[in-house]
T-cell receptor, first 115, second 113 residues
């Protein structure tokens, strides 16, 4: 089955700790995205990547980092610099430039909680 | 002012009712309009996709875009309890340089039996 997987489903972070959220897709999509969802605020874009080995900051990139070494994978690291990391994190992918770029498909999400 | 405005609800309706969900936007460059459905603690799933103005129908769902008023709607006919979810509108411009979608905050819908 084609789709987007995210792991883990729940993640707990201690103060001062970096944690990494996994996102994998087998849809052969070029573009991948990370969003953060908080109650009453909708989805806010953290980072996105339109091609392997390239990525751009979204609207709220501070305290986060990403890599895009493989087309299928786009992990997100929540660093200790992110002071309010508790949220629901969503990964998405799309075909990318010139081909239905606007249709994004989402993974099931990871809920990050601070201990 | 936010680029996309959406009433957060909750909107509570009886089973069988016609539901109308709406978003307004300020950026006249938006050309692509989407509706996503998100069940509690799940990722959003694409429900409807519309390019430019007009209507699009898919089963019980109809998406409507009025670019002159900068207003989009999603109608659900014969609503079911399984339609209870949060509905997110999203939109994008024709810019070649970005794949960014702008999302509304979502409207929570509750359909009771």
């Amino acid at each position: 089955d084609g789709g987007i997987t995210q792991s883990p489903k729940y993640l707990f972070r201690k103060e001062g700790q970096n944690v990494t959220l996994s996102c994998e897709q087998n849809l052969n999509h070029d573009a991948m995205y990370w969003y953060r969802q908080d109650p009453g605020q909708g989805l806010r874009l953290i980072y996105y990547s339109q091609i392997v080995n390239d990525f751009q900051k979204g609207d709220i990139a501070e305290g986060y980092s990403v890599s895009r070494e493989k087309k299928e994978s786009f992990p997100l690291t929540v660093t200790s610099a992110q002071k309010n990391p508790t949220a629901f994190y969503l990964c998405a992918s799309s075909h990318g430039r010139g081909r239905l770029q606007e249709t994004q498909y989402f993974g099931p999400g990871t809920r990050l909680l601070v201990l | 002012q936010k680029e996309v405005e959406q009433d957060p609800g909750p909107l509570s309706v009886p089973e069988g009712a016609i539901v109308s969900l709406n978003c307004t936007y300020s950026n006249s460059a938006f050309q692509y309009f989407m509706w996503y459905r998100q069940y509690s603690r799940k990722g959003p799933e694409l429900l409807m996709y519309t390019y430019s103005s007009g209507n699009k129908e898919d089963g019980r769902f109809t998406a409507q875009v009025d670019k002159s008023s900068k207003y989009i709607s999603l109608f659900i006919r014969d609503s079911q309890p399984s339609d209870s979810a949060t509905y997110l509108c999203a939109m994008s411009s024709l810019s070649y340089n970005t794949d960014k979608l702008i999302f509304g905050t979502g409207t929570r819908l509750q359909v009771f039996p």
